[in-house]
């Protein structure tokens, strides 16, 4: 039972450059969410997918786009990377219904520099 | 719009010691409230769930709805409890489908 599994782990990009992370969950939740992790800032949300084919906005979601692709993957895309993405990316879960009753399972996690 | 308080970055505390970690909330509804733990260079990991009144590792949470509190304690502390914790809150009811999360607390656990 992998749960939440994130791809990749580690990435380096260049100013400019896009890329796509990959997150799939194997538990039939309904609710997927993206978050960035950085020091003194906490998570924060920047977008989140509350049942398959919808998606909306979190707290910091400039510079990103996400695409539910069916119920068990949702990614994250940059499409021109700038320096203030660098972060840890983590991707979550959740039965979602109604909201995350049961809390979230994470993905591993993906940190992500941009220089 | 639910909002979550940890109001210390870093709490540093000698082994054995007890350990409390704070978190307030501002929601006034009847929310669901969480503890997560992430160990160094590790996932996040559920801790704790206000509605299931559990002891994990020694840990517990009280919701004290008059305070909008949940404060994290545990009466002795140890070396593998050092890590990164975060309170987070549910509002519940549908259209709500996420999580708020606070800060987070880094504690070190001291030989």
């Known amino acids: 039972n992998a749960g939440v599994t994130q791809t990749p782990k580690f990435q380096v990009l260049k100013t400019g450059q896009s890329m796509t992370l990959q997150c799939a969950q194997d538990?039939?939740?309904?609710?997927m969410y993206w978050y960035r992790q950085d020091p003194g800032m906490g998570l924060r949300l920047i977008y989140y997918?509350?049942?398959?084919?919808?998606?909306d906005k979190g707290e910091v979601p400039n510079g990103y786009n996400v695409s539910r692709l069916n119920k068990r993957e949702f990614s994250l895309r940059l499409e021109s990377a700038a320096p203030s993405q660098t972060s840890v990316y983590f991707c979550?879960?959740?039965?979602?219904?109604?909201?995350?009753?049961?809390?979230?399972?994470f993905g591993s996690g993906t940190r992500l520099t941009v220089v | 719009a639910q909002r979550v308080t940890q109001p210390e970055k870093l709490l540093s505390v000698f082994k054995g010691a007890p350990v409390e970690l704070k978190c307030n909330y501002s929601?006034?509804?009847?929310?669901?409230l969480f503890w997560y733990v992430q160990y160094s260079r590790q996932r996040l990991q559920l801790l704790l769930r206000?509605?299931s009144r559990e002891s994990i590792k020694g840990f517990t949470a009280d919701l004290n709805k008059g305070e909008t509190s949940f404060h994290l304690k545990k009466p002795f502390a140890q070396e593998e409890d050092s890590a990164m914790y975060y309170c987070?809150?549910?509002?519940?009811?549908?259209?709500?489908?996420?999580?708020?999360f606070g800060k987070g607390n880094q504690v070190v656990v001291i030989p």
């Open positions: 538990m039939n939740h309904n609710s």
């Open positions: 997918s509350a049942s398959e084919g919808t998606t």
């Open positions: 979550a879960s959740s039965e979602g219904v109604p909201g995350p009753k049961y809390g979230y399972t």
């Open positions: 987070a809150l549910n509002p519940g009811g549908y259209g709500n489908n996420r999580l708020a």
């Open positions: 929601y006034s509804g009847s929310p669901e």
């Open positions: 206000h509605i």
